[in-house]
């Protein structure tokens, strides 16, 4: 039980003290999970933001369903996953009972502003780290190019399935190439 409870405290921090979503939220998982609790590799990290990104769902959610099923099983899972839902489910709960009173309170607009400007730095800095773990390959950095480009010039709400479909194709394509050509039994 002592492990599910650290679980569960470990996510509810995660949860309690992102702000911006699960891209910025990348920091602060890789360093409780990987860096100081040690449940999951660097590499683990990398491929479950892959499969949580790739599942629907938010990133936080399923990094801590992942997680807490592989150190915790089933109450691992549940006790990680309601960590990181709680903080957010609170402020929810509490904002949309005072939603525009909340927006008029000038302290508060002006915080959003920096917490922005945060998650701005955040997600650069969750980009970099995926970076260092990618494959530097043609095919590679093309998909980063298209994806740089869609983000900046596409409205999404039209093309978003397409989108995500070409993805999957190039990615799993690309990737039975590469095995093919160097010979991989995978």
Not at 32 to 41: A, F, G, P, Y
Not at 75 to 102: Q, R
Not at 131 to 154: D, E, R
Request: hydrophobic fraction near 55%; aromatic fraction near 12%.
């Amino acid at each position: 039980m002592n492990r599910n409870l650290s679980l569960f405290l470990t996510f509810l921090k995660i949860g309690a003290f992102t702000f911006g979503g699960g891209y910025a939220m990348i920091p602060l998982i890789s360093h409780e999970l990987v860096e100081k609790k040690k449940w999951i590799t660097e590499e683990e990290m990398i491929n479950m933001i892959a499969i949580a990104e790739s599942t629907p769902g938010v990133i936080a959610v399923n990094s801590a369903t992942f997680v807490g099923y592989k150190i915790g099983k089933f109450w691992g899972s549940l006790l990680a996953t309601l960590g990181v839902v709680l903080p957010s489910l609170a402020v929810i709960i509490v904002v949309a009972l005072f939603f525009e009173d909340f927006l008029a309170i000038p302290i508060v607009a002006n915080a959003f502003r920096g917490i922005r400007a945060g998650v701005i730095v955040l997600i650069i800095s969750a980009c970099v780290k995926l970076y260092k773990f990618s494959p530097k390959t043609v095919i590679g950095y093309s998909l980063m190019a298209i994806g740089l480009f869609v983000s900046l010039f596409v409205e999404f709400r039209y093309l978003s399935f397409l989108l995500i479909l070409f993805g999957l194709v190039v990615g799993i394509g690309s990737q039975m190439i590469i095995r093919k050509v160097r010979g991989d039994k995978q």
